[in-house]
């Protein structure tokens, strides 16, 4: 995705999505993007306004439509009464938003590609699939060459997010470990989203 686009995205939703790993979409221009965007500001319609927090998710963790739609339903064989809270469980447990959280690549999708590319250790485990879901007590490290790369360590000495309490570093002092003690939860997310929007908007799709 362009640097561009990922600007528009941002704009269009009206709010910075850390995962995209592009700050200071809003900084000059908080409207949306396109000719008419600063008239842009009639009130959405009920489903405009749940779309629009779906599509927080979706860009946010780096989702296709049906990526998304396949953990929403695993979260409601989870939990049916509230599934909204065991997806979030289930995202931010993904292995890329991991290594994006422990601060090891400036956004989600650079984090996948670390893990496609092998750099990431799960337990001493080489793993190349963003998209597995780790379980409390795992530890995620980086491979001995990731480690050296100017890119990781750029990233490891300037994070663009705090380490959530969900996390911690093995060795304070060398941050290139981390371990998951817990399930996160909502609150973990970093950016602002409405829950009961997104439970109406699958409801309504029978997902």
């Known amino acids: 995705m362009s640097e561009r686009k990922k600007f528009k995205i941002q704009r269009a939703l009206g709010i910075e999505l850390p995962g995209l ?11 949306p993007p396109g000719q008419h965007g600063r008239l842009q ?5 009920q489903f405009g306004a749940q779309l ?15 990526q998304l739609r396949r953990f929403v339903r695993k979260a409601r064989s989870l939990n049916s009464s509230n599934w ?10 993904r292995l890329d938003n991991i290594v994006f959280r422990l601060g090891f690549a400036r956004s989600i999708a650079a984090a996948r590609q670390l893990v496609s590319h ?12 963003g998209s597995m879901v780790l379980r409390p007590g795992e530890a995620v490290w980086l491979s001995e060459k ?28 060398t941050p290139d ?3 998951l003690l817990s399930v996160p939860g909502s609150g973990h997310v970093p950016f602002e989203f409405n829950k009961t929007r997104i439970a109406e908007y699958y409801a309504k799709r029978g997902v």
Request: glycine letters at 8%.
């Open 21 to 31: 790993g592009k700050p200071g979409a809003l900084a000059k221009r908080n409207y």
């Open 146 to 173: 990731a480690n050296q790369l100017e890119s990781t360590r750029s990233c490891l000495l300037s994070p663009r997010l705090p380490l959530p309490s969900y996390l911690q570093f093995q060795n304070p002092h």
């Open 41 to 45: 500001k009639r009130k959405l319609t």
């Open 52 to 66: 629009q927090e779906k599509q927080k998710l979706l860009f946010h963790y780096g989702l296709r439509e049906e």
């Open 84 to 93: 909204v809270e065991s997806l979030i469980g289930l995202l931010e447990r």
């Open 118 to 129: 092998g750099h990431i250790l799960v337990n001493g485990r080489r793993q190349t699939i």
């Open 177 to 179: 470990r981390g371990i």
